[in-house]
C-alpha cells in the first residue's frame, strides 16, 4: 500500500497599502463666517431692540442765546439761496 501523500502550502506574501486622506482645517473658514454673522446679528438686534425705553418720534432742538446772530444765519442763508437760483437760471436761459 502507498503512503498518503500529504503537502503543506503556505500563503504568498500578502503586500497591502492602506492610503489614508484627511483633510483638517477645511471647516475652519466657514467657522469664521458663521462667528462673524453671528457677531453682525447680535450687534443689529441689540441696535434694533436695546437703547432707552423712550419711543417717542418727537426731537426738540433749542438754542438758547443766539438771539441776533441766528437772525442774521438765516438772512445770510436766504440771500445765498436766491444768488444760487440767480445763476441757475442765467445757466439755463431762464427755464
Do not use: C, H
Amino acid at each position: 500500500m502507498a503512503e498518503p501523500y500529504t503537502t503543506t502550502q503556505t500563503p504568498p506574501p500578502s503586500n497591502t497599502t492602506t492610503t489614508t486622506t484627511t483633510r483638517s482645517g477645511g471647516n475652519t473658514g466657514i467657522a469664521f463666517v458663521v462667528g462673524i454673522l453671528v457677531v453682525v446679528v447680535a450687534v443689529l438686534a441689540f441696535v434694533i431692540f436695546g437703547g432707552t425705553a423712550d419711543n417717542s418720534d418727537d426731537l426738540n432742538i433749542t438754542i438758547d442765546g443766539a438771539g441776533e446772530a441766528a437772525n442774521d444765519v438765516g438772512t445770510a442763508l436766504q440771500g445765498a439761496a436766491n444768488a444760487v437760483e440767480g445763476v441757475a437760471k442765467d445757466a439755463t436761459g431762464g427755464n
